[in-house]
């Protein structure tokens, strides 16, 4: 089988061009015909010669994750559902707000993690996705949006929040991110990528080898016994473990971390509750990002009412901490990565081979 081209950096493609004898300048060229025009059809790339295509067309597989089903909400968001070589699948979604189109991209097939509020976690984890599954995502979606919407419409800012967890996958999530910020590939600004993690504390100490991207870190419960209900990682890896963690990640100065809080009515919503979050973390390095509960069929939780979610964040304000609540087609969309799959199944169009245009619909 060939390398997927979408797996190597630029330097990696550079080595090679070198080691077959072809001019290593090459690359830089083709990288931007890929990752700035999304042009994967060498015959169509004017400035590269004949020799240099022929090389990347016989030793390189330069098919993209397949787009095999899609749907548009109301407020412009755009789900898909993407498929590997292997006919794993798992979902990318776009989200636009204000002058920004955002792309949350997953980091695996499934997750082991096992949070109890995650549809993804009941898949359990299938497999990591590969350097050029993570950016495949973003090139299969942007020529999706040339192709169906306009060349005007660009992915601007990347999330990795989709299903998976990112830092499980740690190496692939690194080269992908890398590639991400290549000026001569996609050229994306550090601030533009937002990673989200559960909170695997020997990976967060890795994060200083990791492209300076900002992090959130799904927190949801500043109490122990309350967040080891959620989320079996805290059983592992307690609070206490987690914040001397985070306290080794190199963050700028004027950067801070995101903390991702899910409110479920009366488990993680009330006074107490707010105590533990205002004693854990300190204002001037903290956001937190409030997201109400997303329910899915056979879950067990349930979303407070909004009255309560706004008590909660206004509290959290007037105690001099930045808060806010993920905006409605954000929080739909985030929380229901993990949620396409049925849905689908229900469409019956699961592994259909009918056109995207056909399945096209609204959720
Ligand atoms: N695995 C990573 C990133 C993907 S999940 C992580 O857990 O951080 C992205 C965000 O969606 C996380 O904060 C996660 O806790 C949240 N989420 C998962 N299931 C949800 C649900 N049912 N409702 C609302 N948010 C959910
Ligand atoms: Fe995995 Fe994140 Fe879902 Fe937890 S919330 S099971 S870490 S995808």
């Not at 898909?80 to 292997?86: K, R």
Request: charged share 25%; proline share 4%; aromatic share 10%.
């Amino acid at each position: 089988m060939l390398t997927s081209f979408y797996d190597l950096s630029r330097d990696e493609f550079k080595a090679r061009l070198k080691e077959d004898g072809l001019p290593p300048f090459a690359a830089d060229q083709i990288f931007q015909w890929i990752y700035r025009k999304f042009e994967i059809n060498p015959d169509q790339w004017t400035n590269v010669s004949n020799k240099v295509k022929e090389y990347v067309k016989t030793n390189y597989d330069l098919s993209l994750p397949k787009i095999v089903w899609q749907a548009i909400s109301n407020d412009g968001t755009k789900k898909f559902l993407v498929q590997f070589s292997d006919k794993q699948t798992v979902e990318t979604v776009a989200i636009p707000a204000r002058e920004r189109l955002t792309i949350c991209i997953s980091s695996q097939v499934g997750c082991a993690i096992g949070c109890t509020f995650c549809h993804t976690a009941t898949q359990g984890l299938k497999r990591h996705l590969k350097v050029g599954e993570v950016t495949g995502q973003f090139l299969a979606i942007s020529r999706w949006l040339m192709e169906n919407v306009g060349a005007e419409e660009k992915l601007t800012n990347i999330v990795y929040m989709g299903q998976g967890e990112p830092l499980h996958n740690f190496d692939n999530m690194q080269k992908a991110t890398e590639i991400f910020l290549d000026e001569k590939a996609f050229g994306l600004g550090q601030r533009r990528i937002t990673l989200s993690t559960s909170g695997l504390v020997p990976q967060i100490e890795k994060l200083i080898n990791f492209p300076p991207v900002n992090i959130a870190i799904s927190l949801h419960s500043a109490r122990n016994n309350v967040r080891s209900e959620l989320m079996p990682i805290n059983k592992v890896y307690d609070l206490e473990r987690l914040f001397t963690a985070i306290q080794t990640i190199p963050l700028k100065a004027y950067r801070r971390i995101t903390y991702e809080y899910l409110l479920i009515d009366e488990l993680n919503d009330t006074e107490e509750d707010i105590e533990a979050l205002c004693k854990l973390l300190r204002r001037e390095e903290s956001k937190i990002n409030l997201i109400p509960f997303n329910d899915f069929p056979g879950s067990k939780f349930k979303r407070p009412k909004k009255e309560k979610v706004l008590w909660f964040m206004e509290t959290m304000n007037s105690r001099g901490y930045t808060t806010t609540i993920r905006a409605t087609k954000g929080a739909d969309i985030l929380a229901a990565c993990g949620q396409l799959k049925s849905e689908v199944e229900k469409l019956n169009v699961w592994g259909a081979t009918q056109s995207s245009n056909e399945l096209h619909g609204t959720v």
